[in-house]
T-cell receptor, first 114, second 119 residues
């Protein structure tokens, strides 16, 4: 049973470009969470999604960031017009239900902005 | 709002020493869950344990043990006879039940403790 799959593992973008981070949850998991880990810091919640619905995006920056989890396909975290401060590790986690089940994390995407 | 504090930023020990990582949390809920995750140098996050707020029994898993003290809002993690492979960043996290009795498991993480075990 494959774990949470994130790709790419590393992503390099120049300032002003768009970054797309993908997350395929574990089989049978319909709840997806995105977290961001800035250098030397802990993980911060960004957004929680169920299939086709954003349930909580209270941790998302107001501009340039968006997330989706379509009926078919992976969850996508999209960052438009990236800036240096977006450099971080972005982790996706999934769980079978939303009710305090252990979240299984992917290996993360390391985003570097030149 | 919920908060998790890991006061120890870095700990350095020699192999075979015991080491305790502290975690203190704040929450207004009576029902909540606490977690520990390990992040080795390779960067992935590994789930170690989940404990709900009604279960104050200590838990032992091999060389790992956890001490949950609701009275002091602490959930400390002890590694006995540490090994070099234990070197990692360890995160404590909290998940509240939320308003209306529903929760979607959003995790609030502490800042992490960097554990280095020297041979």
């Amino acid at each position: 049973n494959a774990g949470v799959m994130q790709n790419p593992r590393h992503l390099v973008r120049r300032r002003g470009q768009e970054a797309r981070l993908r997350c395929s949850p574990m089989k049978g998991h319909s709840h997806v969470y995105w977290y961001r880990q800035l250098p030397e810091e802990g993980l911060k919640f960004m957004v929680y999604l169920q299939k086709e619905n954003i349930i909580d995006e209270s941790g998302m920056p107001k501009e340039r960031f968006s997330a989706e989890f379509p009926k078919e396909g992976p969850s996508i975290l999209r960052i438009q017009q990236v800036v240096r401060g977006d450099s971080a590790a972005y982790f996706c986690a999934s769980s079978p239900t939303g009710i305090n089940q252990p979240q299984h994390f992917g290996d993360g995407t390391r985003l570097s902005i030149l | 709002a919920q908060k998790v504090t890991q006061a120890q930023t870095e700990i350095s020990v020699v192999e075979k020493e015991d080491v305790t990582l502290d975690c203190v949390y704040e929450t207004r809920d009576t029902t909540y869950y606490l977690f520990w995750y390990k992040q080795p140098p390779s960067g992935e996050l590994v789930f170690l344990i989940r404990r709900n707020s009604f279960d104050e029994q200590n838990e032992i898993s091999g060389r790992y043990s956890w001490n949950f003290q609701k009275s002091t809002s602490s959930f400390n993690f002890t590694i006995t006879a540490s090994q070099v492979v234990d070197s990692a960043v360890y995160f404590c996290a909290l998940s509240e039940l939320g308003a209306g009795g529903t929760s979607y498991g959003k995790l609030t993480f502490g800042q992490g403790t960097i554990l280095t075990v020297h041979p």
